[in-house]
């Protein structure tokens, strides 16, 4: 688990408009928000990824960088930016596995149509420095995060200089 105040890992990732996105090569004004979901398969997640597009500009307004990422294959992710209504969020794909423990999202396998494994969500919220200001991970995709409650978070954290808690 990583600990808030703490650096995270460097992360690099694929994009589906062929460039490659690095965590350590971000500069936001506020912070970077990683929204890891499950994948193409998971409706819960296009309905929550789109709430996300829909808000984006709120995120932009307080200085927040957005990108989602699964460990779809390029194919299904492709199909994903296709299909879904996210063409504004940068969407990231293969993100392997044994990455995913590092940041410790939990990891399900398939049943029915789902991918044999693939990483139950997580929300992370970093400062331009890299360290971990807070993070939310789930072991299935519902009871996530509301996305007017982020915002209004991270207004608050934004208005009061509000440090970072869970460390201890």
């Given amino acids: 688990m990583i600990k808030p105040r703490v650096k995270t890992p460097d992360l690099s990732?694929?994009?589906?408009?062929g460039a490659e996105w690095t965590l350590s090569k971000q500069s936001p004004e506020s912070f970077t928000m990683i929204v890891f979901y499950r994948g193409l398969h998971c409706p819960v997640c296009k309905k929550y990824l789109e709430e996300f597009e829909s808000k984006l500009?709120?995120?932009?307004d307080l200085g927040v960088n957005i990108i989602?990422?699964?460990s779809d294959t390029e194919e299904k992710?492709?199909?994903?930016?296709?299909?879904w209504d996210i063409s504004s969020i940068p969407?990231?794909?293969?993100?392997?596995?044994?990455?995913?423990r590092e940041w410790g999202?939990?990891?399900?396998?398939?049943?029915?149509?789902e991918p044999d494994y693939f990483i139950e969500p997580g929300l992370f919220v970093i400062r331009?420095?890299?360290?971990?200001?807070?993070s939310s991970i789930q072991?299935?995709?519902?009871a996530r995060n509301g996305i007017d409650d982020l915002i209004k978070a991270i207004t608050f954290v934004k208005d009061k200089d509000y440090p970072a808690r869970g460390e201890a």
């Fill in 13 to 17: 990732i694929k994009l589906v408009n």
């Fill in 57 to 60: 500009s709120d995120f932009q």
């Fill in 68 to 70: 989602a990422i699964s």
């Fill in 77 to 83: 992710a492709k199909t994903t930016h296709d299909e």
């Fill in 91 to 100: 969407l990231g794909y293969d993100f392997p596995i044994e990455e995913a």
């Fill in 105 to 113: 999202l939990y990891i399900s396998s398939g049943i029915k149509k």
């Fill in 128 to 134: 331009p420095n890299q360290e971990l200001y807070c």
């Fill in 139 to 142: 072991t299935m995709p519902f």
